[in-house]
């Protein structure tokens, strides 16, 4: 079957150094570079890994547990920028 299909230069400029290189034709090279993503991708989706984070104690005093980020940031700054009592 024809096609046309729209190529990154990058990508269009190792397909053909690959086909140089190998002695093969170019279209054979696509097909072949295309079906070895298709089975990478497919074997990627059938191991079903799904990513994990690990929770690590920071030891946030308790007033600080449970919020976000930005939230603890925006706390810190503003301790930062409050007078500081005298020490006695």
């Known amino acids: 079957m024809r096609t ?4 990154n230069d990058v990508i269009l400029r ?3 150094e690959r086909a140089k290189r ?3 034709p ?9 079906a070895l993503g ?7 989706r059938k191991e079903g890994r799904a990513f994990h984070v ?6 946030l005093k308790a007033g ?11 706390q810190l700054e503003a301790e930062e920028t409050l007078p500081r009592s005298p020490s006695r």
């Open 14 to 16: 190792e397909l053909r």
């Open 22 to 24: 190998s002695g093969l």
């Open 64 to 74: 600080f547990r449970g919020l976000s980020l930005n939230q603890l940031y925006d």
């Open 4 to 7: 046309t299909l729209r190529i």
């Open 38 to 44: 298709m089975v990478r991708q497919s074997a990627r």
């Open 26 to 34: 170019f279209r054979q090279v696509v097909e072949e570079t295309l």
């Open 54 to 59: 690990q929770p690590h104690p920071l030891g």
